[in-house]
């Protein structure tokens, strides 16, 4: 199985300040065509998780440009330019490529 | 509007079945494979199954292969989980999502499976 391993695992961050969470991949997660295959979400207390970066670097629809994503084959990173209140909850990084699909452990932001 | 909603979950002793059902709208259901995903209290996002389009084939984790079925039923924008030989460890939410570009992109509310006597 492919193991994804992020880190920190807890984020105090200051509102205002940028913050970043690293993803690693026990395996590449770039496909033959080009596209590293590397998703991130938001988990929200007491929400489902939503989508914010999907393929490694692109945005999902309605996801506030403050959120990006980078990185290739084992190694991503997802930054936030400028912590907001809103940003809250842990933060998921997860892989398709192979099967089973799996996820990271979580990263919980606190403000 | 894609929505995504969860059906079915409740208690069930140790050794039961429950059946989750999801009811998918907004999209052409059939286009799409689906997944389960779950999450154990205060735990992280565990998958458990997807489905093809026209079901011809389905994968699972380890943990549940022989015990969990996945289904769907197109004309009725469906997709189910039949659980059976519940334990502890399958307490969890369980979603159902949609997969787009390499990811999950919709998800539906959760519906909570407690196994326990």
């Not at chain 2, 209290?41 to 026209?54: F, M, N, R, S, T």
């Not at chain 2, 011809?56 to 004309?75: H, L, M, P, Q, W």
């Not at chain 2, 189910?80 to 399958?90: G, K, P, T, V």
Request: hydrophobic fraction near 35%.
């Amino acid at each position: 199985d492919v193991v994804l391993t992020q880190s920190p695992l807890s984020l105090p961050v200051t509102p205002g300040e940028p913050a970043s969470i690293s993803c690693r991949s026990s395996q590449s997660l770039l496909h033959s065509n080009g596209y590293n295959y590397l998703a991130w979400y938001l988990q929200k207390p007491g929400q489902s998780p939503q989508l914010l970066i999907y393929l490694g670097s692109n945005r999902a629809s309605g996801v506030p440009d403050r959120f990006s994503g980078s990185g290739s084959r084992t190694d991503f990173i997802l930054k936030i330019s400028r912590v907001e209140a809103e940003d809250v909850g842990v933060y998921y990084c997860m892989q398709p490529l192979q099967i089973p699909v799996t996820f990271g452990q979580g990263t919980r932001l606190d403000i | 509007e894609v929505r995504l909603v969860e059906s079915g979950g409740g208690l069930v002793q140790p050794g039961g079945s429950l059946r989750l059902s999801c009811a998918a709208s907004g999209f052409t259901f059939g286009n799409y494979w689906m997944n389960w995903v779950r999450q154990a209290p205060g735990k992280g996002l565990e998958w458990v199954a997807q489905i093809k389009e026209d079901g011809s084939e389905k994968n699972y984790v380890d943990s549940v292969k022989g015990r969990f079925t996945i289904s769907r039923d197109n004309a009725k924008n469906s997709v189910f989980l039949q659980m059976n030989s519940l334990r502890a460890e399958d307490t969890a939410v369980y979603y159902c999502t949609r997969p787009s570009s390499g990811a999950f992109d919709y998800w539906g509310q959760g519906s909570l499976v407690t196994v326990s006597s």
